[in-house]
């Protein structure tokens, strides 16, 4: 790799040595040639002064020689200027490859700093340094994601590793006991599937979209929340207001689905007694637009950022529901949103809850 880098800049550097001393050599050659031009002309025919013909024959002669080595003495300062200004100007360039590599191979805290040039270069480094911030802050993020879900994969299976080895040392046990280990069993599977239906959404929305069809978001918001029973009449729990208005956009139905349903959930998951869910879709400001609003505990502003990350959490409560979650939900949906171009926008109501606003093109 460091040969080919090498041979690459010496390759370069030829290159702009050839560029500078190309059109240097040029001039030089047409300077002198029209002075040997003006050297060889004779006088004027019937005039009786200049030198006799054969006079300036020869001497325009004798400058063909001298006019050679003026040339090649010409052609080897070019290159040798070229030479040194192609070097002085490709470093700057060998400085940042050479700081670049290491960056990769080492450590991605480095940074190029600046270069002090107002200039192409200048410009460069500092845009290799966003680049390696963002690379940085993507594998601090996936080495976060992969411990997390690590974490999250292995609580259920240790858990049923230890009720099988309870139950089977229990060689008296009664079959009702059994049944029961048995259904514990399968409630920690369910548990693993939910995490891996989640994990694979999540990782669905972020490969983006490959298909885009008409569809419209009041339709897609109302089947979800047909499966969830979610009529827009109060429930003995939650207030429900539901207003749904023609919102036609494009995009990935399943994908779009799969996002409506986790801000659903979300919803719901976090409210309170007595609490309500908001849901709306229509076209804002020309655009389509879906918004999904709860009570529910009070959310930090400085906390809004890390609650769409993977397997965050706001705390441990979790209000009327059995199941704990992964934290997974709004990191689903600031992937699918990306993935179709959307707008996401999450503010803390005032009193508690999160008002959520997804605003597609």
Avoid: C
Wanted: charged content about 25%.
């Amino acid at each position: 790799m460091t040969a080919r880098l090498g041979t690459a800049r010496s390759r370069l550097r030829r290159q702009l040595t050839l560029l500078y001393a190309g059109p240097f050599l040029l001039s030089g050659a047409v300077l002198l040639g029209v002075q040997m031009l003006g050297a060889r002309q004779s006088a004027p025919v019937g005039s009786q002064d200049g030198p006799p013909p054969d006079v300036t024959i020869e001497a325009g002669r004798g400058l063909v020689p001298l006019t050679v080595i003026l040339l090649a003495v010409m052609l080897l300062v070019a290159l040798i200027l070229g030479w040194v200004i192609a070097g002085r100007f490709l470093r700057p360039l060998r400085l940042i490859i050479d700081t670049s590599r290491d960056i990769s191979a080492s450590n991605l805290h480095r940074r190029l700093g600046p270069t002090g040039r107002r200039d192409e270069f200048g410009e460069l480094s500092e845009t290799l340094d966003d680049l390696f911030g963002r690379l940085e802050a993507s594998f601090a993020a996936q080495r976060r994601f992969v411990a997390n879900a690590s974490h999250e994969l292995r609580t259920p299976l240790t858990a049923q590793r230890a009720l099988l080895q309870v139950t089977l040392a229990n060689r008296t046990a009664p079959p009702e006991e059994l049944r029961a280990a048995a259904q514990e069993v399968l409630k920690l599977g369910d548990a693993q599937a939910r995490l891996i239906d989640s994990l694979l959404s999540l990782a669905t929305g972020e490969q983006g979209v490959e298909y885009a069809e008409p569809l419209d978001l009041a339709d897609i918001v109302q089947d979800v929340l047909d499966m969830r029973h979610i009529d827009g009449r109060d429930d003995d729990w939650l207030y429900v207001d539901i207003t749904l208005d023609p919102a036609p956009t494009t995009g990935d139905a399943d994908l779009i689905d799969s996002l409506v349903a986790n801000l659903v959930d979300n919803a719901v998951k976090h409210n309170v007694d007595g609490g309500s869910l908001i849901v709306s879709t229509g076209i804002v400001d020309g655009r389509p637009t879906l918004t999904v609003e709860n009570t529910g505990p009070e959310v930090p502003v400085e906390d809004l950022e890390r609650l769409f990350q993977p397997f965050q959490r706001l705390g441990t409560q979790r209000v009327r529901t059995s199941a704990e979650g992964y934290g997974l939900g709004l990191a689903i949906v600031r992937a699918i949103a990306g993935a179709h171009g959307a707008e996401l926008d999450a503010a803390p109501r005032e009193g508690g809850g999160l008002r959520v606003t997804v605003t597609f093109r």
